[in-house]
């Protein structure tokens, strides 16, 4: 089992930055790679960035490339999103989620492990 904990959600105006976190516990040598999904309200759940935990391969949605950054902390078992420029657009709860397998990162069907999601907000 890998439990995931996020932080960092709030809320902030457009043009502003947030950092959000994630932190994995429990079996977190099985890690494949960790990712950062989201869901609007009404809109269903999208991919936003991820990252193989060994290597540090990152992926982004075309939406946020450039302005968001994921990285990872192995020590401290910890995932980042920088995210930066942020659009009202960008309003949603995110997600950390981990897989434990070979996944395509890109694909919300493959993370078998989800965080409790934090909200993030951004004002016009």
């Known amino acids: 089992q890998v439990q995931l904990v996020e932080s960092g959600g709030g809320l902030v105006q457009a043009g502003g930055s947030l950092r959000l976190s994630c932190a994995a516990s429990g079996r977190t040598f099985s890690i494949y790679a960790m990712g950062w999904l989201r869901q609007a309200p009404g809109k269903e759940r999208e991919f936003v960035a991820a990252?193989?935990?060994?290597?540090?391969?990152?992926y982004y949605a075309d939406s946020v490339k450039g302005r968001f950054t994921i990285s990872r902390d192995n020590a401290k078992n910890t995932v980042y999103l920088q995210m930066n420029s942020l659009k009202p657009e960008d309003t949603a709860v995110y997600y950390c989620?981990?897989?434990?397998?070979?996944?395509?990162?890109?694909?919300?069907?493959?993370?078998?492990?989800w965080g409790q999601g934090t909200q993030v907000t951004v004002s016009s």
């Open positions: 990252i193989r935990w060994s290597g540090g391969t990152t």
């Open positions: 989620a981990a897989s434990t397998g070979w996944c395509r990162p890109r694909d919300l069907g493959e993370y078998n492990y």
